[in-house]
């Protein structure tokens, strides 16, 4: 079965720099959520969207930004890069009409950032 | 504030034990739980879930208990393999007003099954 892409893998940058991570939802799945895990921590939960609109914000930074295109697939942009932001960046996806009682969220293998 | 906690950074059991997972949440709010496995440089692989107005689920060797008075849920996987070595996240959601189901996580715990 088909699952969550996202890419790239591995990207390194430096501080300043910006940075694009993009995923690739569930054919069918119609809800993404992106998520960032420092070391050690658990994953946290940045911003979601549903049917192209953004649905909810987390602790989401300012210097990021992200949208939904009309493939459903989503892009998180990262600009002017701090050594924090060195983490592993999460996209899950879930479906709205398969939404009832479950809300499984489906995740991707993960971008590892790392800034210098 | 946490409010998914996981009280145990690691276990280890024998293969062929019980183990047992639990997790603490503070959040009255949340009305799904989903436990989720991860290995390392791998995203999260959902594993079971339990709603609100339930307070068991079973799913092969996995079996997820709610206790909502306590505000507890507990994971048990029987018999244990050590291909269930892995972190196990335990993780809720309720619904935003914006109609988002984002998920809450714990810190997991490191599951080691010992052949």
């Known amino acids: 079965a088909a699952g969550v892409i996202q890419s790239p893998r591995h990207l390194i940058k430096e501080k300043r720099e910006t940075a694009t991570l993009k995923c690739y939802p569930i054919?069918?799945?119609?809800?993404v959520y992106w998520y960032q895990q420092g070391p050690g921590q658990d994953p946290q939960f940045l911003i979601s969207?549903?049917?192209?609109?953004?649905?909810d914000k987390g602790s989401i930074p300012d210097r990021f930004s992200a949208q939904q295109f009309s493939d459903y697939h989503s892009e998180l942009n990262m600009s002017s890069l701090e050594l924090g932001d060195s983490a592993l960046y999460f996209c899950?996806?879930?479906?709205?009409?398969?939404?009832?009682?479950?809300?499984?969220?489906?995740f991707g293998p993960g971008t590892r950032l790392t800034v210098l | 504030d946490q409010q998914v906690k996981q009280n145990s950074p690691s276990l280890s059991v024998q293969e062929g034990r019980i183990s047992i997972l639990n997790c603490d949440y503070t959040?009255?709010?949340?009305?799904?739980f989903l436990w989720y496995k991860k290995y390392p440089a791998e995203g999260p692989t959902f594993l079971i879930s339990?709603?609100?107005?339930?307070d068991k689920n079973e799913d092969g060797r996995f079996t997820v208990f709610l206790n909502k008075s306590a505000k507890h849920l507990s994971l048990h996987i029987v018999p244990s393999q050590p291909g269930d070595s892995a972190v196990y996240f335990c993780?809720?959601?309720?619904?935003?007003?914006?109609?988002?189901?984002?998920?809450?996580f714990g810190k997991g715990t490191k599951l080691s099954v010992i052949p």
């Open positions: 899950a996806s879930s479906s709205e009409r398969e939404r009832g009682l479950d809300n499984e969220q489906f």
């Open positions: 054919p069918r799945h119609d809800t």
């Open positions: 969207f549903y049917e192209k609109m953004q649905s």
């Open positions: 959040n009255s709010m949340f009305d799904y």
């Open positions: 339990i709603s609100s107005i339930k």
């Open positions: 993780a809720a959601s309720a619904i935003s007003g914006a109609g988002s189901y984002q998920l809450t």
